[in-house]
């Protein structure tokens, strides 16, 4: 069964903020067992790394998106969620959520974004 | 930024034969290291955590091995549902949490 989901427009214009959020109903992302991770994947390439966020809130991202990258946590509905600022068109990418601990072990099935005007 | 390449780019073998895929790290990543597969329209799977423990439910032909930059992920007798890409992730010299560009195993 699928345990992570991803959800949130599948187009985003130039400029504006990519917004996503995954639902976990297999664990709770209060617990200290897993990190929570997103990482993309443009269409036809490889697999890019964006960041995690642990249940006490830390986050670690990835220096290339940094400044661009916010992962937030909301206990209240075991969810995480992914905003991506001032999009271009190499932000255009499957989106997946992730749960893990020393490997992601759970993934969602991933979310197409396009950024496009 | 650790950097990861994985050979060969693909790999072309027939059911029943034995894959070997090579990772290696631009540093030391000590034991890690993960691998995973991914079939075309899929998520990917993890196949292997901290270089050699497979994870849940993954068959034994699966194995990993290595330390510090050299790590081989082998397949000891490939399956038809075996046909995929693996990519490799470093998880020891973090932020980022890298990936290899994949080796990309075909039949032959």
């Known amino acids: 069964q699928v345990q992570l989901q991803e959800s949130g427009p599948g187009l985003v214009k130039p400029s504006e903020t990519l917004s996503l959020t995954c639902t976990d109903s297999?664990?709770?992302?209060?617990?200290?067992?897993?990190?929570w991770s997103w990482i993309r994947q443009p269409p036809g390439k490889g697999l890019e790394w964006i960041g995690y966020?642990?249940?006490?809130?830390?986050?670690n991202y990835n220096p290339s998106l940094k400044s661009r990258v916010t992962i937030s946590v909301d206990t209240s509905r075991n969810r995480f969620s992914l905003k991506v600022n001032s999009v271009t068109a190499a932000d255009t990418a499957v989106y997946y959520c992730?749960?893990?601990?020393?490997?992601?072990?759970?993934w969602g099935q991933g979310t197409l974004v396009t950024v496009s005007s | 930024e650790i950097v990861l390449t994985q050979s060969p780019a693909t790999l072309s073998l027939s059911p029943g034969e034995r894959a070997t895929l090579s990772c290696r790290a631009s540093?030391?990543?000590?034991?890690?290291l993960a691998w995973y597969q991914q079939k075309s329209g899929q998520a990917p799977r993890l196949l292997i955590y901290?270089?050699?423990n497979r994870a849940a439910g993954i068959p034994a032909r699966f194995s990993g091995s290595g330390s510090g930059t050299d790590f081989t992920l082998t397949i000891s007798s490939l399956e038809p549902e075996d046909f995929a890409v693996y990519y490799c992730?470093?998880?020891?010299?973090?932020?980022?949490?890298?990936f290899g560009p994949g080796t990309k195993v075909d039949i032959k």
């Open positions: 992730a749960r893990g601990n020393r490997g992601d072990a759970t």
């Open positions: 966020i642990h249940y006490s809130g830390s986050t």
């Open positions: 992730q470093q998880r020891g010299n973090w932020p980022p949490f890298t």
């Open positions: 540093q030391s990543v000590s034991s890690n």
């Open positions: 901290d270089a050699s």
């Open positions: 297999g664990a709770s992302v209060s617990s200290s067992n897993y990190y």
